[in-house]
């Protein structure tokens, strides 16, 4: 049950949420509630109807670098819930609602299914299984535009290990964008900070114009969590 912090005789201003701490719940699942319900990000999700706080960190980001553009053709790897699809469906014109400006595709995959993204399509597909670059062309009808991931791998409780295996991930997203994207086109992952992430960097280096990190404002300040980000795919 939670509880609310009252309000200054100066007017209305959000509340504060506490949550009691509950029997079998841990303190870290309790935290973890109360942060979820005071986060700013959450609340504005449900508001305009993102299926997630993690819609903001791509959304920051394309306001940054301006990769999804009108008629642009993204992958998405790891869709799952699919926040990021709605963003890239509203920002490549995926709908046509802009009449004016060309169409492009969403193409989310993912290891489970998910709920239907009006203007997207996602389907179940391991990213590293052989030949998964060569399906992803096909539903595509040609190259991408665009290769973008949020992929964590599950948590493993130890940071250096939880750290090697999302740059693993990157690595392997990094190396089907490689087969995927068109000269000219972007790249971007998640990582987190911790040292491994310059073998990544390196790699990027030598296929890109341009890679540097970012951190958009949606990223929580005490996550180690950043974006890398490379555009000018050589080719």
Avoid at 1 to 14: I, L
Avoid at 177 to 195: C, I, M, Q, R, S
Avoid at 211 to 234: H, I, L, Q, W, Y
Wanted: a positive charge; one cysteine or more.
């Amino acid at each position: 049950m939670a509880k609310q912090k009252g309000t200054s005789g100066r007017g209305q201003r959000d509340l504060h949420v506490k949550v009691k701490s509950a029997r079998g719940r841990k303190l870290s699942s309790t935290l973890w509630l109360e942060r979820q319900l005071n986060d700013p990000y959450v609340k504005r999700a449900k508001a305009e109807g993102y299926r997630g706080r993690a819609a903001y960190k791509i959304l920051e980001t394309d306001d940054r670098f301006g990769f999804l553009k009108p008629g642009a053709r993204v992958v998405d790897l790891g869709c799952a819930p699919g926040g990021w699809l709605q963003v890239a469906v509203a920002r490549v014109n995926a709908l046509g609602a802009r009449p004016d400006k060309p169409v492009g595709r969403v193409l989310g995959v993912d290891l489970k299914e998910i709920e239907p993204v009006a203007g997207a399509e996602a389907h179940v597909l391991d990213f590293m299984a052989d030949g998964a670059d060569d399906q992803l062309k096909v539903w595509l009808g040609g190259k991408a535009d665009v290769v973008m991931s949020d992929m964590a791998a599950s948590s493993s409780g130890h940071k250096q290990t939880d750290h090697l295996r999302i740059i693993a991930l990157g690595e392997a997203a990094a190396w089907l964008a490689f087969d995927v994207l068109e000269p000219g086109g972007t790249f971007v992952a998640k990582v987190l900070a911790g040292g491994a992430e310059g073998e990544l960097q390196k790699l990027l280096k030598q296929k890109f114009t341009k890679v540097v990190n970012f951190k958009p404002p949606a990223s929580r300040s005490d996550s180690s969590e950043k974006f890398v980000v490379a555009t000018g795919f050589r080719g």
